[in-house]
T-cell receptor, first 111, second 112 residues
Framework: ELKVEQNPLFLSMQEGKNYTIYCNYS?????LYWYRQDPGKSLESLFV?????AVKQEGRLMASLDTKARLSTLHITAAVHDLSATYFC???????????FGGGTRLMVKP | ETGVTQSPTHLIKTRGQQVTLRCSSQ?????VSWYQQALGQGPQFIFQ???????GRGNFPPRFSGLQFPNYSSELNVNALELDDSALYLC???????????FGPGTRLTVT
């Protein structure tokens, strides 16, 4: 059974600081997703990582994937208040029909 | 190109009742997946439909059932509602072989 763990579960940081969210998963997969969720809202797609060593960047967020270590990271550079949200990683199973989500990281960026 | 839509937005039901939630997939997408997200948790996979057939199911009891129609829209039916069924229900659509999963706005179900 595929398990996905994120840490930290909660992150409070000052504006302008850098931090990294970690996503570990238990079985082989070559498809990893990062989503953002604002309170009471749906999931907004941030990144899809499809191969070992994949790195994608959008604004202050950068995601990477190491399939050998079964680890993905979401790095936040010079955080701003607008990044406050819950971030989920999700891993696609090998059949390609089921995403398994981590528990989410609730990010709060303080001015 | 229209996005994924879901209806209704909110719903309140009583324990033991039945509910039907609806999802219209993004234009050109033939695959719809349903997820349940309890408060404070990550979404959990219920099932996926591809070309009107169930194509994978998560760890949910048979009282959770679904349909997909020829236009690729989908329904999620839940019978004999329990208090623990209170959650945000999300559907996601994708084109077969397309890696992106586009989520709809969700239906918030409250069971009292």
């Amino acid at each position: 059974e595929l398990k996905v763990e994120q840490n930290p579960l909660f992150l409070s940081m000052q504006e302008g600081k850098n931090y990294t969210i970690y996503c570990n998963y238990s079985t082989t997969s070559d498809r990893l997703y990062w989503y953002r969720q604002d309170p009471g809202k749906s999931l907004e797609s941030l990144f899809v990582l499809l191969s070992n060593g994949a790195v994608k960047q959008e604004g202050r967020l950068m995601a990477s994937l190491d399939t050998k270590a079964r680890l993905s990271t979401l790095h936040i550079t010079a955080a701003v208040h607008d990044l406050s949200a819950t971030y989920f990683c999700a891993v696609m199973n090998n059949a390609g029909n089921m995403l398994t989500f981590g528990g989410g990281t609730r990010l709060m960026v303080k001015p | 190109e229209t996005g994924v839509t879901q209806s209704p937005t909110h719903l309140i039901k009583t324990r033991g009742q039945q509910v039907t939630l609806r999802c219209s997939s993004q234009s050109g997408h033939n695959t719809v997946s349903w997820y349940q997200q309890a408060l404070g948790q990550g979404p959990q996979f219920i099932f996926q439909y591809y070309r009107e057939e169930e194509n994978g199911r998560g760890n949910f009891p048979p009282r959770f059932s679904g349909l997909q129609f020829p236009n690729y829209s989908s329904e999620l039916n839940v019978n004999a509602l329990e208090l623990d069924d209170s959650a945000l229900y999300l559907c996601a659509s994708s084109g077969w072989g397309n890696y992106e999963q586009y989520f709809g706005p969700g239906t918030r179900l409250t069971v009292t």
